[in-house]
């Protein structure tokens, strides 16, 4: 099937340490990659994306990188702080004429301790 | 207050009979989403819809109907032939103009087979 793999699964940081969640997606028709964070009790939020003609883009402190030929895609999370543990979901899309499936990795329960 | 709005927030149905999960938004979106969510197991996607009176199976439709006769709305119907029904459901929804952009998520509803 068309999936999106995600990992780690779990991963525990010290503040102010860097953080990396990684995903590989298999489709070479897949064109954009966002990243959710999703905080305890709350809905899932955009964080970040990225689309297939562009290598690598940052917002402050977090950032994204892709590889297409590896098929693979990261997001990058500097100087964590206890206020980034949540959840993070990667997903990638695939468009088939005008309907845009977007898919979701597993998650990756992301821990800052202060 | 523009948003996108779920009910009921908690359902719980006896084994053998059909409920139906409300999707409203007042966003003026046309792409509207339904995702399933499972500890461990991520977002995944049930049905979605492009446009009005159009829509697709996503990777677990068996057991899952959908309607998308109004802009505004996108009901979710669970059928008794939905196996393992309990869980969590979001809904979201996003512009149907680019093939990129943010996905709206609801807050959520959660059914319980009793």
């Known amino acids: 099937g068309e999936n999106v793999e995600q990992h780690p699964s779990t991963l525990s940081v010290q503040e102010g340490d860097s953080a990396v969640i990684k995903c590989t997606y298999s489709?070479?028709?897949?064109?954009?990659f966002p990243w959710y964070k999703q905080e305890l009790g709350k809905r899932p939020q955009l964080i970040i994306d990225?689309?297939?003609?562009?290598g690598e883009k940052k917002d402050q402190r977090i950032a994204v990188t892709l590889n297409k030929t590896a098929k693979h895609f990261s997001l990058h999370i500097t100087e964590t702080q206890p206020e980034d543990s949540a959840v993070y979901f990667c997903a990638d899309q695939r468009s088939g004429g005008s309907n845009y499936k977007l898919t979701f990795g597993k998650g990756t329960l992301l821990t800052v301790n202060p | 207050d523009g948003g996108i709005t779920q009910s009921p927030k908690y359902l719980f149905r006896k084994e053998g009979q059909n409920v139906t999960l409300s999707c409203e938004q007042n966003l003026n979106h046309d792409a509207m989403y339904w995702y399933r969510q499972d500890p461990g197991q991520g977002l995944r996607l049930i049905y979605y819809s492009q446009i009005v009176n159009d829509f697709q199976k996503g990777d677990i439709a068996e057991g899952y109907s959908v309607s998308r006769e109004k802009k505004e709305s996108f009901p979710l119907t669970v059928t008794s032939a939905q196996k393992n029904p309990t869980a969590f459901y979001l809904c979201?929804?996003?512009?149907?103009?680019?093939?990129?952009?943010?996905?709206?998520f609801g807050e959520g509803s959660r059914l319980t087979v009793l």
């Open positions: 489709d070479s028709a897949s064109n954009y």
């Open positions: 990225i689309r297939s003609n562009v």
């Open positions: 979201a929804s996003r512009t149907g103009t680019a093939n990129t952009g943010e996905l709206f």
